[in-house]
């Protein structure tokens, strides 16, 4: 079955310091790739998106991702992170080997220190 | 701009009572609308879509249902909930056509709390 899979449920890190959240989908054809983060008791909000062209995509707030298509991964980074930035994050797909349906990660969570 | 709204944003209801949540969108027309289900520690769970008045596609069997009577609001209702109906519920909308910039873009609302207790 066509899924995606973020490898880390909790990423914990301190402030300032580079992350990286980790995201593989299955599929061998063309797809949209999505980013989007939800605050604690809110909905979701789009992040970023990679609908064609250059394979690095910037997005809000600082965070950028790179599509690897060999790899078919799909990492969100960002260089320096705030205690604002603690959330949950969400890897989506998009495709017609999908049905055209938003097809979510199970999501990881963001855990800032100070 | 497009808005989505979504209420109520907090509901707790006993078992076997009914459920009825609502989800409006502006600023577009006949767009695509959808409910998503996120459970406690578990990623998005897509339970109906639709792709105009009427038409209505269930992902998932369940207790739940989907109406849209009209152009922008989509409703998810229930007769009778259960306890494993709780969760986070929200609501989203895509553009249709428009191209790749607009048309696979899903924009969600502000989500509700159903507790079923």
């Known amino acids: 079955a066509q899924s995606v899979t973020q490898l880390d449920s909790q990423v914990p890190v301190f402030e300032e310091a580079p992350v990286e959240l980790r995201c593989n989908y299955s599929s061998s054809v063309s797809v949209y790739l999505f980013w989007y983060v939800q605050y604690p008791n809110q909905g979701l909000q789009l992040l970023l998106k990679?609908?064609?062209?250059?394979?690095l995509v910037k997005g809000i707030n600082g965070f950028e991702a790179e599509f690897n298509k060999s790899q078919t991964s799909f990492h969100l980074r960002k260089p320096s992170v705030h205690i604002s930035d603690t959330a949950e994050y969400f890897c989506?797909?998009?495709?017609?080997?999908?049905?055209?349906?938003?097809?979510f990660g199970a999501g990881t969570i963001l855990r800032v220190k100070s | 701009s497009q808005t989505i709204h979504q209420w109520p944003a907090t509901l707790v209801q006993p078992v076997g009572s009914p459920l009825s949540l609502e989800c409006t969108v502006e600023?577009?027309?006949?767009?695509?609308l959808y409910w998503y289900r996120q459970a406690a520690g578990r990623g998005l769970q897509l339970l109906f879509y639709?792709?105009?008045?009427?038409?209505i596609s269930s992902e998932v069997p369940q207790n739940l249902s989907a109406s849209r009577p009209q152009d922008r609001q989509f409703i998810l209702s229930s007769k009778k909930l259960l306890l494993s109906d709780s969760g986070f519920y929200l609501c989203?909308?895509?553009?249709?056509?428009?191209?790749?910039?607009?048309?696979?873009?899903?924009?969600f609302g502000e989500g509700s709390w159903l507790t079923v207790v």
């Open positions: 989506a797909v998009r495709g017609s080997q999908y049905g055209n349906k938003l097809v």
């Open positions: 990679y609908l064609s062209g250059s394979t």
């Open positions: 600023g577009t027309s006949n767009p695509n």
């Open positions: 989203a909308w895509s553009q249709v056509g428009g191209g790749k910039s607009s048309g696979n873009t899903i924009y």
């Open positions: 639709s792709v105009g008045i009427g038409q």
